[in-house]
């Protein structure tokens, strides 16, 4: 068993929660499209491209070539501490620790990296650890009801 991190701002924290998986910013741009309610014909003749084309684009746009794959991915750190800066923005956020296994692909579990790119999303059943920013911590409470189900042990960074 081994715990991996996953960083993120308090906007993200409640979408995490609300799809019961950490999603990778491809599949987040696609649902989010998605949520428009428009047919697949509807949506092409109003954006010239379709849901997954637009979805592709939106999400890849921040990276360089060589770095699209990242867009396709779940990022998770091996250590508690290369998360922390994905929590510790403005409004501050949280880190979850969730637990793998067998789940990880062995060729992941080789590789000796400080983040790991996982190429689906990550469910939240193995939740274990929460660690909530400073800046973060007026919405506890709140942060607490969207897990509960979880049963997750809370820590502040």
Known sequence: MQTLYHGTGLETIFAIA??????SPLERKTE??????????????????NIEELAFIMATS???E???MR????SMARVLHHAIGYADSNQGGAVLG?????VLPKELNAIERIVIFIPK??????LKEIH?????????????????????NYFYL
């Open 71 to 74: 867009a396709q991915t779940v």
């Open 62 to 64: 921040p990276y360089q």
């Open 32 to 49: 989010r499209l998605k949520s428009f309610n428009r047919s697949p014909e509807e949506f092409k003749k109003i954006f010239g491209k």
């Open 132 to 152: 909530i920013s400073p800046e973060a911590k007026n919405y506890e409470q709140l942060i607490r009801e969207a897990y509960a189900k979880y049963n997750p």
């Open 18 to 23: 609300r799809a019961g998986a950490i999603l």
């Open 121 to 126: 999303k990550v469910v939240l059943t193995r």
């Open 98 to 102: 969730i637990e793998f296994d067998d």
């Open 66 to 68: 060589r770095q699209l």
